[in-house]
C-alpha cells in the first residue's frame, strides 16, 4: 500500500506480561530465588532487565549517544497479570506509574480506548476449571482492572491463551467485549487480520483477534527482536486487503529486556519507523474493534492455547511439549488430579461452612477482590474466603508447564495447597493425607527427588507457622538491633501485648495469637527463638536460618558490626567504605595477620581477635584463607608449647581433621 490509498492498514503489537506469584503464602513475602542472581528475586530481576526498560526504552541517534527515551507502552497493547501488579506496585512503584501513565496517553489518544487490557486474577487454563472458578477468576481480573486503571476493560487476555467455549461465554457474560487467540485456534480466520465474532453455545457473541503467527514467532525467537528496522519493514510488507486491514503480534512482554537483552531497543525502533509513516496506523484493539466491528462468523478450535500443540495437555498429561530434552512429565496427570481432588474438598467445606456468614457464599467470593481485605467480618468468614483464594492460586499454570514436579514453579503451587489446607480448620490432617497420597503418583524425573509426596513434605509445609515465624523474627531482633524491629512482618502485624507476651495478628484474616516468646544467644554468631503460643502444648524452637528474611538479614548485620571491632584495621575500615577493599578480603587479611608467619618467635597471639576473625568469617559463609590455614598449622606443629596450647582448640575451625602433633614430639 502506497501514500494516498483509501486508509492506512492498522498494526496492533501486543505484549503480555505476567509473573507467578513468588510470595510464601504465610508470610506473604518473596524469599530470595538463587537462580535470579545476582538479583534477589526473579521479579526483581526481570523488573530491572524488562519492566522498567520497555516504559523508558533508548532510540539511538546517528552517532551512537541516546536519540529519545520513549514509554513504548503508550503505543502497544499489554496486559499485565494482577498478581505481578501487585507486586510493582510495592516494589517498583515508578514503573507501575509508567504503565498506568500509557494507558492513560493511549485513552486520550485514541478516542477513550487505552491500551490496557484485563486478564484474570490468576495465571490458571481456564477450559480446566469449572464454570464457578471460571467465573469468579474473570470478575476479579475485572475489579483489579477497574481499581487501579480507574475504567472498564474492554478486552481480556486468557492465560496461555487457553480457550474453550465455556471460557468465551463467561467472558461475553461479564462484559468482555474481545479478546486475542493464535491463528491456529479457530477454524478459519477472517481476511486481511479483521476480528471474527464468535457466538457462544448460550448464544452470547465477542469479538476474536487472531495475532500474525509468523511474525510473532519473529518476534518471540528472533530475528526481528534484534533489528528494528527490519520489524517494522517485515509489518509493511505483509500483504493485507485494499481496505483498512490488521497486521497485529502478540508475544510474552519479557521478550523485550529479559528473554532478548535490548529488545525493548528494537521495539521502540520499530514504533518509531511504523508511527512516522503515512500508511501505517499504529493502534490498539480496541480502537479498530470501535471502526470495524466483528461481523464475520468464526468456528472456534476447543480447548486449544498458543504453546501447546495439544490443546491443553501440556497442563494434565505427559503430551510431549517441553523445556529440556529428554524429560518425562507423566507427573503432570497425577498432579493435577491431587490438587483437583484437593480443590473439590476444600469447595465443599467453603459452601458449608460460609453459608452461616453469607447468604450466597460464592456470591462472597466473587465479590472478594473487588472489597479488598474485608474488616467488618468475622475472623472465621476471612479465613474461608483466603482459603478460596489459595485454593484458586494453586492452579497456576507455571507449575505443569516446565519439565519436573520438583521445579520452583510446581513448589509454589504446592506451597499454596499447604496454605489452603491450613485454613480448612479441624479437617486439614485428613485433607492433607488425601493429597500426599495422591502426590505418590507424581515423579519426578530425578529419582533422588522421589515423588510429589516428597517434594510437599520436604519443601512446601513451612517448619513453623507464619504467626510463630513472625514472633521469632521479631524478638530476634529486638535482642540484637532494637531500634530495627518491625511491626509489620509481611501478613503479620507484631506488638507487645499483656503479661511479657507478644501480640501478632494477621492481617488478612484478622486471626490473633498471644506469643510468649525469648530469643537466646547460642554463639557469637548464632540465635534461636523459643516460641509457645498460648493455648497450644507444643513449644517451637525456631532457629535462625528460619527466620523471615529480613529480621534473618538485619540480625546478621548487627552481630557483623559488633564482631567487626577491633577486627579490621582503621585503614582498612576507610578503604572498604571508599569501595577500594572488599569487605570479606579484610576479614580473611585480618586474620593471617594475627598469625606470625615465623612460628619460632611468635610476638604474642591474640587469641579473642583470632577467633572474632574466625565467627566473621563463618558468619559470612567465606572459606578459611589458604595463608591462615598454612601459618596455624606451622603454629601449632611447631610452635613453642604455649603457643600449641593456645592454638591447638581451634583446629577444626581451620580446617584440620584435629589437633596435629607438634613435630619431634
Not at 526481570?46 to 527515551?69: D, H, K, M, T, W
Not at 494482577?82 to 516494589?91: F, K, Q, Y
Not at 472458578?133 to 487501579?148: C, N, P, S
Not at 489452603?420 to 502426590?439: K, N
Request: glycine residues 8%; charged residues 25%.
Amino acid at each position: 500500500m502506497t501514500s494516498g490509498s483509501v486508509s492506512p492498514r492498522s498494526t496492533v503489537v501486543h505484549a503480555h506480561f505476567y509473573q507467578p506469584p513468588r510470595e510464601d503464602p504465610w508470610l506473604e513475602l518473596i524469599e530470595r530465588e538463587l537462580g535470579a542472581a545476582p538479583f534477589h528475586d526473579w521479579n526483581r530481576r526481570i523488573e530491572r532487565e524488562c519492566y522498567r526498560s520497555v516504559v523508558a526504552a533508548r532510540l539511538p541517534a546517528p552517532n551512537g549517544r541516546i536519540a529519545r527515551i520513549t514509554n513504548t507502552l503508550e503505543q502497544i497493547s499489554f496486559n499485565v497479570g494482577p498478581t505481578l501488579v501487585e507486586w510493582l506496585e510495592r516494589e517498583a512503584p515508578d514503573t507501575w506509574r509508567a504503565m498506568l501513565a500509557a494507558d492513560r496517553l493511549s485513552c486520550a489518544r485514541l478516542g477513550g480506548h487505552g491500551n490496557a487490557i484485563a486478564q484474570p486474577f490468576h495465571h490458571i487454563i481456564l477450559p480446566l476449571a469449572s464454570r464457578r472458578d471460571k467465573t469468579t477468576e474473570v470478575r476479579w481480573g475485572i475489579a483489579d482492572f477497574r481499581r487501579r486503571f480507574g475504567r472498564e476493560p474492554e478486552g481480556m487476555w486468557l492465560p496461555e491463551t487457553a480457550v474453550d467455549d465455556e471460557t468465551l461465554d463467561v467472558l461475553a457474560a461479564e462484559g468482555i467485549r474481545f479478546t486475542i487467540l493464535a491463528p491456529h485456534q479457530v477454524r478459519e480466520a477472517p481476511p486481511a487480520g479483521f476480528p471474527g465474532r464468535y457466538t457462544t453455545g448460550n448464544g452470547r457473541s465477542l469479538a476474536l483477534f487472531l495475532y500474525d503467527g509468523p511474525l510473532s514467532h519473529d518476534v518471540a525467537f528472533g530475528p526481528l527482536v534484534k533489528d528494528g528496522s527490519r520489524w517494522a519493514e517485515a509489518i509493511r510488507a505483509r500483504p493485507v486487503a485494499a481496505v483498512a486491514g490488521l497486521v497485529s503480534i502478540a508475544t510474552d512482554g519479557e521478550t523485550y529486556g529479559h528473554h532478548h537483552r535490548f529488545g525493548e531497543m528494537a521495539l521502540a525502533a520499530a514504533l518509531d519507523r511504523l508511527s512516522s509513516d503515512p500508511d501505517v496506523r499504529v493502534e490498539n484493539f480496541a480502537s479498530y474493534l470501535a471502526r470495524h466491528p466483528a461481523t464475520d462468523p468464526v468456528e472456534l478450535v476447543e480447548p486449544s492455547s498458543w504453546s501447546c500443540a495439544h490443546g491443553v495437555e501440556r497442563w494434565r498429561a505427559d503430551c510431549g511439549c517441553r523445556i529440556e530434552a529428554g524429560t518425562r512429565q507423566g507427573w503432570r496427570a497425577p498432579l493435577r488430579e491431587a490438587l483437583d481432588w484437593l480443590a473439590g474438598e476444600l469447595h465443599g467445606k467453603f459452601e458449608e461452612e460460609a453459608a452461616e456468614f453469607f447468604p450466597d457464599p460464592w456470591a462472597a467470593r466473587d465479590a472478594y477482590a473487588a472489597i479488598g481485605l474485608p474488616s467488618h467480618l468475622p475472623v472465621r468468614a476471612r479465613e474461608l474466603l483466603e482459603m478460596e483464594r489459595n485454593t484458586l492460586c494453586m492452579f497456576t499454570s507455571c507449575g505443569w508447564f516446565f519439565d519436573d514436579v520438583a521445579g520452583l514453579e510446581t513448589l509454589v503451587c504446592l506451597r499454596y495447597a499447604a496454605r489452603a489446607i491450613e485454613l480448612a480448620g479441624p479437617d486439614a490432617s485428613s485433607l492433607e493425607a488425601g493429597l500426599r497420597e495422591l502426590l505418590l503418583a507424581a515423579r519426578s524425573n530425578d529419582t533422588g527427588l522421589g515423588n510429589g509426596r516428597n517434594v510437599y513434605d520436604t519443601r512446601a509445609r513451612p517448619t513453623h507457622p507464619g504467626e510463630v515465624r513472625a514472633a521469632a523474627g521479631y524478638v530476634s531482633l529486638l535482642a540484637v538491633a532494637p531500634q530495627r524491629v518491625r511491626t509489620t512482618i509481611g501478613a503479620y502485624l507484631v506488638g507487645p501485648g499483656e503479661h511479657d507476651t507478644l501480640l501478632v495478628q494477621h492481617r488478612r484474616t484478622g486471626r490473633s495469637w498471644s506469643i510468649a516468646a525469648r530469643a537466646d544467644r547460642i554463639d557469637p554468631i548464632h540465635l534461636s527463638a523459643t516460641v509457645q503460643v498460648e493455648g497450644e502444648a507444643r513449644e517451637h524452637v525456631v532457629e535462625q536460618r528460619h527466620l523471615p528474611e529480613h529480621e534473618r538479614e538485619e540480625i546478621h548485620l548487627a552481630l557483623r558490626r559488633e564482631l567487626r571491632r577491633g577486627v579490621i584495621p582503621p585503614e582498612d575500615d576507610r578503604r572498604i567504605a571508599e569501595g577500594v577493599l572488599r569487605f570479606h578480603r579484610a576479614i580473611g587479611q585480618a586474620l593471617v595477620d594475627q598469625l606470625p608467619d615465623d612460628p619460632a618467635a611468635p610476638a604474642g597471639l591474640d587469641l579473642d581477635r583470632i577467633v572474632r576473625c574466625l565467627d566473621l568469617l563463618e558468619l559470612e559463609e567465606q572459606a578459611i584463607p589458604f595463608d591462615a590455614q598454612t601459618r596455624f598449622f606451622r603454629l601449632v606443629t611447631q610452635g613453642s608449647r604455649d603457643t600449641r596450647r593456645i592454638l591447638g582448640p581451634l583446629a577444626l575451625r581451620f580446617g584440620l581433621a584435629g589437633t596435629p602433633e607438634a613435630e619431634g614430639r
